[in-house]
């Protein structure tokens, strides 16, 4: 079980009781835009907590103050061995920092627990909020891959996007 504290969360491991507060936002269609998946149902989400409760590498941000999750913050191994990080947070606690800081823990975790000496992160051209964070975390636009696609239309059709892929090696990052 992982726990990383900082100032004002606590990112840790998913739990059963979490679940109001996890579908509060991955029901949320402002949140599924740029991600992989749509507005999520409520099987949805307790299938989801099932399954990533006890992995290490998917985490919620709990905000201490309230004891309440108002974000997930994890990384994920791509096919060439890269550790890959990725977020979503509550809209209704965006524009606080709270992304910033989770973002800045987890790679903080990455390089100095795990030894890990680069992190990767990709996000839609669009979602500028998205790309400006991997760039306060000090992450550097490596490339635009065009013709992406992380979900299909209600057709079955793959949707086509442009992503931006950032890197940030470990000498690299501000400790």
Known sequence: MIAIETDRLLLRNYRVTDFADIFNYFSDEEVSRYEDFYPMSEEQVRNIITEW????????AELKSEQKVIGSAGYWIDEEGHHCIDYDFNPKYCG??????????LVHYLF??????AVYGDCDVQNVSSWKLLERL?????????????????????????TFLYGLDKEQFND
Not at 96 to 105: I, K, L, R
Not at 138 to 162: A, E, H, T, V, W
């Open 112 to 117: 100095e627990s795990m030894d890990i000496h």
């Open 53 to 60: 409760q006890d992995m290490d590498n998917r985490l919620v």
């Open 96 to 105: 606080q920092g709270y992304a910033t800081e989770a973002g800045y823990a």
């Open 138 to 162: 000090g992450f550097q636009r490596l490339r635009r891959l065009d013709n992406q696609s992380y979900k299909n239309d209600k057709m079955g059709n793959p949707i086509l996007i442009s």
